[in-house]
């Protein structure tokens, strides 16, 4: 662990390496404040790729596998503050659950895990241990999300009446797995992604989103599944109709084949007085609407924004920041929580922060029960999320 009072922490990583680009975002995130140093990881499958990895990336130490790292790790006076895991989501449970039963702190990349029943063991593990569980749902920590969520907090659109949010990319609206695609040969086979492969890839994106903005949780769910492109062996795409804990009702949308779209993430949330607007793909802007459809465009660096959004703003209006920024947004916030952790002072006091182990919790229980209506033509499925944030 990082010696107290040091501003940067030592941070570990599980996956990530060749071809990985998820792994690179996390990296880049890490270095972008300039609170972490990546000091040691498993890079590879065989210790030749890990090897080489870990020397392009200056890491000295570098591990066999998740299992000898742990326990090297935890007995090193220097040993890693946090882990990232940014492996294929079958193995998400047996490498989180090895750092956390040593109260080392995780940050696992969504699904948690394939089942809410590892899910759950893994949100005890670190309850137990103090360990910091974390999914980097980074959406969410875009700086105009932020203010979103906070605006609705205050009751600036009054009370909620629909919400409607889509992540809907065309990444995979051909069949890629049948060549070189290796990200998409495993996102598309479903003894390693999971048969409800669009839900835990992009639709836990979505409600998390969802969640985030409105402070709600689904209560109930009724979802189809379908598999847009011919021959894929998982579902592709999801239209899913919830029912929120104040009664609203709310559409998701989660597809990978919406042919020509972008990233596809949208978020819509109208209010008895008010409704707002953000969009992934123009993420520093939020417009928000009266009841007589006159816009109001908020941007990123505005003086009247909330705190919320504020000190996530690094070179002020006028200039973009996306995806890379967001988590480091990310980063940052979890690096106060695990200086804390280290040091042991109090975190700071923040409503709106990281989605936490429960959040990635919740996303499973998602895919279970949208999965469980699916097989009944659509039926509607009691959701447990509102129990799940109550302890219950």
């Given at each position: 662990m990082s010696a107290r009072g040091d501003r940067r922490l030592a941070a570990g990583m599980v996956g990530g390496g060749d071809g990985a680009d998820i792994g690179k975002t996390h990296r880049h995130a890490m270095r972008l404040d300039d609170q972490y140093v990546l000091a040691a990881g498993v890079f590879g499958r065989t210790a030749d790729t890990?090897?080489?990895?870990?020397?392009?990336?200056?890491?000295?130490?570098?591990?066999?596998?998740?299992?000898?790292m742990a326990?090297?790790?935890?007995?090193?006076?220097?040993?890693?503050d946090v882990v990232t895991i940014a492996t294929p989501n079958d193995s998400h449970f047996d490498v989180a659950r090895a750092f956390l039963q040593v109260g080392i702190s995780v940050v696992c990349e969504k699904p948690l895990t394939r089942d809410s029943t590892s899910s759950a063991e893994l949100t005890a593990i670190a309850e137990s241990t103090g360990a910091i569980l974390a999914v980097?749902?980074?959406y969410s920590a875009y700086a105009m999300v932020r203010h979103a969520a906070r605006l609705v907090r205050d009751g600036a659109l009054g009370d909620i009446r629909l919400v409607v949010v889509e992540h809907a990319s065309g990444w995979a609206s051909t069949p890629l797995e049948l060549g070189d695609h290796r990200q998409a040969r495993w996102r598309t086979d479903p003894d390693v992604a999971g048969f409800p492969s669009v839900l835990s890839d992009l639709g836990t994106h979505a409600l998390h989103l969802l969640r985030y903005v409105t402070g709600l949780e689904p209560v109930r769910v009724s979802a189809e599944l379908t598999t847009l492109v011919p021959g894929r062996r998982v579902f592709d795409n999801a239209s899913v109709r919830l029912t929120l804990s104040n009664g609203a009702p709310a559409t998701l949308w989660a597809s990978m084949a919406a042919t020509g779209n972008e990233h596809g993430l949208r978020l819509r949330v109208f209010g008895e007085q008010a409704a707002l607007e953000w969009r992934?793909?123009?993420?520093?802007?939020l417009t928000l609407r009266g009841r007589d459809g006159a816009a109001t465009i908020l941007a990123q660096g505005m003086g009247s924004l909330s705190e919320d959004a504020t000190r996530l703003t690094r070179p002020g209006m006028g200039h973009?920041?996306?995806?890379?920024?967001?988590f480091a947004n990310f980063y940052r916030d979890l690096a106060d929580l695990l200086r804390a952790r280290r040091d042991g002072t109090a975190p700071p006091a923040r409503e709106l922060s990281i989605p936490t182990g429960v959040d990635g919790l919740i996303g499973v229980h998602?895919?279970?029960t949208a999965a469980a209506s699916h097989a009944l033509d659509g039926?509607?499925?009691?959701?447990?999320?509102?129990?799940?944030m109550a302890g219950v």
């Open positions: 890990a090897a080489r990895v870990a020397r392009d990336l200056g890491v000295d130490r570098v591990y066999r596998d998740h299992h000898e326990a090297a790790e935890s007995d090193r006076p220097d040993g890693v980097p749902h980074c992934h793909e123009d993420p520093q802007h973009p920041e996306g995806f890379i920024e967001a998602f895919v279970e039926a509607w499925v009691d959701a447990p999320s509102a129990r799940v």
